[in-house]
């Protein structure tokens, strides 16, 4: 158990609709990642968050955004949804932002993921 | 763009034999992670290499890691069927700091028979 917990676990949907994945980091840790997982693409970098403020943008399409809360739990919303966004969607934590050598050794820790299907 | 290669990426051993997994990239980087993934589970996280010539281990495994050849490697020693999951490589891009924007290689499946 990485202390990272993701909610919901699993979740079907219909195209055009709109979700939202909850994630609560582990105790402590002030960065919040989301990664996305698909057969095609494989493991992708979407976005990241350091103390409520978003820190790296990587393949997210702009009908998704995310945020985090002062309370550090972030949510992924994912709207007008198509068939092609049906994955595994992750959560990562890490104390901090990864930007300085106070990071030196450490690693981010995945959550368990929300598999999303859109029918 | 930075990329990550990884081979094989379908791996059927026998047990007891030795393999290793290859891993390379594009960018300059200092940083390579490997984890392990099981079947509809999360990542777990195996190795960390911060530097040239860094060598871990951790029981049957050990992970090393080149930066003048952009190459990291998976070793597999006496395989046991445990070890059957998907492993993944993933680079991050910064040098000197990180932002743990991981770019992962395809992921290679390991099948170990008895």
């Known amino acids: 158990d990485s202390g990272v917990t993701q909610t919901p676990k699993h979740l079907i949907t219909a195209t055009g609709q709109r979700v939202t994945l909850r994630c609560s980091p582990r105790?402590?840790?002030?960065?919040v990642y989301w990664y996305q997982q698909s057969l095609d693409q494989g493991l992708q970098f979407l976005i990241q968050?350091?103390?409520?403020?978003?820190?790296a943008k990587g393949n997210i399409l702009e009908r998704f955004s995310a945020q985090q809360f002062p309370d550090l739990h972030s949510e992924l919303n994912l709207s007008s949804l198509e068939l092609g966004d049906s994955a595994l969607y992750f959560c990562?934590?890490?104390?901090?932002?990864?930007?300085?050598?106070?990071?030196?050794?450490?690693?981010?820790?995945f959550g368990e993921g929300s598999w999303l299907t859109v029918v | 763009e930075l990329k990550v290669e990884q081979n094989p990426l379908f791996l059927s051993m026998q047990e007891g034999k030795n393999y290793t997994i290859y891993c390379n990239y594009s960018?300059?980087?200092?940083?390579l992670y490997w984890y392990r993934q099981d079947p509809g589970k999360s990542l777990e996280s195996l190795f960390v290499?911060?530097?040239?010539?860094a060598v871990k281990q951790e029981g049957r495994l050990m992970a090393s890691l080149d930066t003048k050849a952009r190459l990291s490697t998976l070793h597999i020693t006496a395989a046991v069927h445990d070890l059957s999951a998907t492993y993944f490589c993933?680079?991050?891009?910064?040098?000197?700091?990180?932002?743990?924007?991981?770019?992962f290689g395809k992921g290679t499946l390991l099948t170990v028979n008895p």
């Open positions: 990562a934590s890490s104390p901090r932002g990864g930007g300085g050598p106070a990071d030196s050794g450490n690693t981010i820790y």
């Open positions: 105790s402590g840790d002030l960065s």
């Open positions: 968050y350091y103390n409520g403020e978003e820190r």
């Open positions: 960018t300059t980087s200092d940083r």
């Open positions: 290499l911060l530097s040239n010539g």
């Open positions: 993933a680079v991050d891009p910064r040098s000197g700091g990180s932002n743990y924007k991981l770019t």
